[in-house]
Nanobody, 115 residues
């Protein structure tokens, strides 16, 4: 069964850090690319960062220099390291895996940045 399971969200103060994880099954190699998206209340779901099977990465401008996406093929997991978090980073973060002919989404994990 193809599945993406996110973890690592939580409440953090501005300037703090969190690391999100996305565990892919049956294998990370099932996907052409894996990405992190986020959706704040009342807003659309937008791409935050993406990494391909060849380890190429891309980021939305607002997170460049603060967020890093990486993958551990041995653990079938993609990570999003988020540093210097800001209140505007508050959202539900989703993992998306693209494969030939479609995609899968995880259930999402809440990230709240607040003092």
């Amino acid at each position: 069964q193809v599945q993406l399971v996110e973890s690592g969200g939580g409440l953090v103060q501005p300037g703090g850090s969190l690391r999100l994880s996305c565990a892919a099954s049956p294998s990370i190699f099932y996907f052409l690319s894996l990405g992190w998206y986020r959706q704040a209340p009342g807003k659309q779901r937008d791409l935050v960062a993406e990494i391909t099977s060849g380890h190429s990465t891309s980021y939305t401008d607002s997170v460049k220099g603060r967020f890093t996406i990486s993958r551990d093929n041995a653990k079938n997991t993609v990570y999003l390291q988020m540093n210097d978090l800001k209140p505007e980073d508050t959202a539900v973060y989703y993992c998306r895996g693209r494969f030939v002919g479609g995609d899968y989404w995880g259930q999402g994990t809440q990230v709240t940045v607040s003092s």
